[in-house]
């Protein structure tokens, strides 16, 4: 009977990703049917962590990332827990054998964005390899299924796929961040007179984060390689609608995608997968 506690911890991380992102659960949705259950448990565990720092400001934010972090490890050394999220996470932590380094990284993210308001380069990159590339890492021991020497082929561009949706991300959500939470993640922006000139240099760093990206995106096994496009494809869509935008208009609202749109990247995604093209 542990089995149906395990897949009802997975159906709840499924939910998690399914309520807080319809594209990543659409994306997950289009990698090889063996890979999709691992990668859901790992967005859920992510999503929850960050809904702690961004979301909990009514509650002791430090207190409860320090239990969940705590509930984590256990939950891996354990390989159980009554946490259906962290049972699902440990389930593939373990599977995959993803390394705990990863998470000690993604924590210490999480921990600065509760202490953190303004960061220099140093600090930028830190968080950015916490926050976002060491999730990339996580799914791409999942995709490789194993295979070390492949994971090491492609762990920079898996790196500079989360790094563009991270950069990416800040660019969307500017308004949010700074309005709603006062953080700056860019070095030396002050959004109070964001210009052109400092605009234009992050889209320069975000377009040579999706080139490296889009590198090791060829070369991923089949199983992973159309679900991890259509993600890409749905980012690089959303980055060249910011780059239409003046500084100002960031400032004022929230880009995204329509759902019309969404479709289309699906569509014309799955044409050049089927004629190999990707």
């Keep these: 009977m542990v089995q149906l506690f395990h897949t009802t911890s997975e159906k709840c ?25 691992p990668i859901f448990n790992i967005y859920g565990f992510v999503r929850f962590a960050d809904e702690i720092v961004d979301s909990f400001h009514d509650y002791d934010k430090q207190s409860l990332l320090n239990q969940f972090k705590a509930d ?23 599977a995959f054998g993803i390394d705990i380094k990863l998470i000690d990284s993604f924590f210490h993210s999480m921990e600065m964005d509760l202490e953190k308001k303004t960061y220099d380069s140093e600090g930028y990159k830190e968080y950015i390899y916490g926050s976002a590339e060491v999730v990339g890492l996580m799914c791409l021991y999942v995709f490789c299924e194993g295979s070390k020497d492949l994971y090491n082929q492609l762990e920079s561009p898996a790196r500079s796929l989360g790094a563009a949706f ?38 320069e760093e975000i377009y040579h984060d999706f080139k490296a990206a889009y590198a090791g995106i060829k070369t991923l096994p089949l199983k992973a390689r159309f679900g991890v496009y259509v993600a890409y494809k749905y980012y690089l869509s959303l980055f060249k ?24 990247i699906i569509f014309r995604a799955g044409v050049k997968n089927q004629l190999r093209l990707i």
């Design 13 to 37: 991380s499924r939910i998690v990703t399914e309520s807080y992102s319809t594209s990543f659960a659409s994306a997950i949705g289009m990698l090889h049917r063996d890979l999709r259950k």
């Design 72 to 94: 984590t490890y256990d939950a891996i050394q354990r390989k159980i827990s009554l946490n259906p999220i962290l049972n699902s996470f440990q389930q593939t932590v373990n």
């Design 166 to 203: 991270q950069k990416v991300n800040f660019l969307r959500d500017i308004k949010a961040d700074y309005n709603g939470l006062s953080r700056i993640y860019f070095p030396g922006c002050d959004f109070n007179n964001f210009t052109e000139k400092e605009k234009e240099k992050i889209e």
């Design 241 to 264: 609608k910011i780059k239409k935008l003046k500084p100002a208009n960031i400032l004022e609202t929230r880009i995204r995608i329509p759902n019309y749109k969404k479709a289309m």
